[in-house]
């Protein structure tokens, strides 16, 4: 035995790593095979351990520097940004008032003039804006999903429907049919 611990820690917090190390180098020739084994893997999990801490350190620093970096682009992007638009639905009439383009997003969407006439006397009835938004999505879905999918409504508080309820209202009256 080469020399023998005074005790568990013996007082190791106030030395030099190179005391320790030799205090560890004087230690290990009395340790049996096993017992190198089990000290190399500790010192590995160790090591392991201590990269790990150093990858998360820099990790948190760029997620600190990122948000930094997503503030200033944003106060930037609002600086500049235009104000937001309400997005816009156009009726188009066709070959005498028989057959309707509702244009949401671009895609222009066809509509027969019995269908045209439902959606009119559908926003006619409705007691205000968020029932007649109701009502047609209601009506899309079951008869006209196409529109949906196409105007990427997926619910009744879409914008788009309200400006088409202003459009119907503003544009056609409900007509008894003779």
Known sequence: MSQKPDSVDGGLE???????VQTLHDLVSDLDEGGVQFLINQARILIYNKQVEEINKKIAASKTDGRKQKK??????KATKKPLRTPEVEIVER??????????????IYFTLNEMKKLVKMCH????????AYRLYTWFKRFRSDFLVDGGIGSARNPYLDDLYTKLISTYKVRADK
């Open 14 to 20: 106030h030395r030099e790593k190179k005391e320790l």
């Open 72 to 77: 200033k682009t944003a106060e930037v992007e």
């Open 95 to 108: 070959s005498n008032g028989k057959h309707f383009f509702i244009v949401v997003r671009g895609f222009r």
């Open 125 to 132: 009835l409705a007691d205000d804006r968020t029932d007649a």
